[in-house]
Nanobody, 121 residues
């Protein structure tokens, strides 16, 4: 049974930084792609950033110059470094993992429980 365990959310002022981490376990092989999604109240869940095992990335346009996603294949862990946070980044952030082969980032079937990120002055 695949499990995704997230950490690193919290409260930060505008312009601040947070680092989200997600570790995958429960499978003999590691994920082929991992990503971060977010969902704000009243809005649909959207992809923030994704990365394949080979390092191919995808980003939401509004975060491209502020967020960086990285993957540690040995630890089956994905990191989202979020800098210059804005009020509109406030949401629940969810980790996602895909185990099917993919050359480009693609959403998988496995989700973490979510971690709250609140940007407020």
């Amino acid at each position: 049974q695949v499990q995704l365990v997230e950490s690193g959310g919290g409260l930060v002022q505008p312009g601040g930084s947070l680092r989200l981490s997600c570790a995958a376990s429960g499978s003999i092989v590691g994920p082929n792609a991992m990503g971060w999604y977010r969902q704000a109240p009243g809005k649909e869940r959207e992809l923030v950033a994704g990365i394949t095992r080979g390092g191919t990335t995808a980003y939401l346009d509004s975060v491209k110059d502020r967020f960086t996603i990285s993957i540690d294949n040995a630890k089956n862990t994905v990191i989202l470094q979020m800098n210059s946070l804005k009020l509109e980044d406030t949401a629940v952030y969810y980790c996602n993992a895909a185990y099917s082969f993919t050359r480009y980032y693609t959403r998988g079937d496995y989700w973490g429980q979510g971690t709250q990120v609140t940007v407020s002055s």
